[in-house]
């Protein structure tokens, strides 16, 4: 991941920050494929047409490029850009041990592509897991602004609609939520727990 970072800042230091393309390699084709990232570059008019008394515009972020499902790159205010992985979730790899996604992976790219498109979002802490991990990423919560002023999570989205696993073994303070997203994607088999039944057996497919 790492060259692909290095790639991402170049182009965006030579775009002054505009968005670029992201290569994402398909789990059907085992071709390299692009996918258009979150847009990005909101003005700061636009962004205060949208942000509610409660909510200042100095909590809003951009996100500058998705890297996979659930790892963003993001710029704040000041245009500091840094890696932002989500709490509470586990999508699969887009580059997988040999090099070519894993089943469901490039779904869920564009699934958080999607969801984050034209949005500035909040980013939030949770206080029982760290600030940043081993690999010198933020973990947040990502929440997508939307036209009347609302937050909807992306990191819930992921879970409930079956695009993300709920990692139990790392901390979080809603983990029974979590645990119940997950459990009910699962009985409903939606996203990967229908797609990839060999990777993520349910009980109805054991049965």
Known sequence: MTWLLQLILGTLMAANLQIGEVPITSAKSNKVETATPAATVVTKEELLAKTTESQPSTNLH?????????????SDKKREIFQVRLLGVDTQEVNGPDSTAECYAFEATLFTTEFLKNRAVR??????????????????????????????????ALVELGYATFPSQYPITNANLYATLEKNAQSEENGLWGACREDFPTENSIS
């Open 62 to 74: 951009w996100v500058i490029a998705i890297l996979d499902g659930d790892t963003l790159l993001v």
């Open 123 to 156: 980013l939030t802490r949770d206080p029982a897991n760290r600030d940043i991990d081993p690999y010198g990423r933020k973990l947040r919560y990502v929440e997508a602004l939307q036209d009347d002023g609302a937050f909807h999570s992306l990191n819930q």
